[in-house]
Nanobody, 133 residues
Framework: QVQLVESGGGSVQAGGSLRLSCAAS????????MGWFRQAPGKEREGVAT?????????YYADSVKGRFTISQDNANNTVYLQMDSLKPEDTAMYYC?????????????????????????WGQGTQVTVAS
C-alpha cells in the first residue's frame, strides 16, 4: 500500500519561508505525476504546483504562487518538496501532496500534470501552514 506523508508545515510571519516534504513509501508501480495542493477553511482544494515524476519542463504553478514557490523532487528518496518563499497570509491553508494521474487525463492537458484535485488518485494526510501578518 502506497503512503504519502507530508511534513514541514508550521507557523511563520509574512515574508518568511517554509519547505514542505512529501515522502512516498510502498511504491511498486511506475509513477507519472506529483503535485502539491492546498485547502483553506471554507474554500475548495486548489492546485499549487505539479510536475512529472523524473522532471521535465511542463511544471505547473498557480498564478498566486508563481515566482515564490518551487516544486522539486529527490527520486532516490521518493520525496517531493515544495519550497515556499515570501509567504503571505493568504497562503495559510492545509497543504497536501498527491501523485498518480490517469494517462488519458495527462493527454487531455497536453502532456502536463493537471492542477485539478479530482484527477489525482493518491493523497497524503496534509500539513498545516499558517502565515501571520
Amino acid at each position: 500500500q502506497v503512503q504519502l506523508v507530508e511534513s514541514g508545515g508550521g507557523s511563520v510571519q509574512a515574508g518568511g519561508s517554509l519547505r514542505l516534504s512529501c515522502a512516498a513509501s510502498g511504491v511498486t508501480y511506475r509513477r507519472n505525476c506529483m503535485g502539491w495542493f492546498r485547502q483553506a477553511p471554507g474554500k475548495e482544494r486548489e492546485g499549487v504546483a505539479t510536475m512529472h515524476y523524473g522532471g521535465g519542463t511542463s511544471t505547473y504553478y498557480a498564478d498566486s504562487v508563481k515566482g515564490r514557490f518551487t516544486i522539486s523532487q529527490d527520486n532516490a528518496n521518493n520525496t517531493v518538496y515544495l519550497q515556499m518563499d515570501s509567504l503571505k497570509p493568504e497562503d495559510t491553508a492545509m497543504y497536501y501532496c498527491a501523485e498518480d494521474v490517469g494517462i488519458v487525463t495527462i493527454l487531455r492537458y497536453g502532456g502536463s500534470c493537471p492542477p485539478t484535485p479530482e484527477d489525482w488518485r493518491r493523497w497524503g494526510q496534509g500539513t498545516q501552514v499558517t502565515v501571520a501578518s
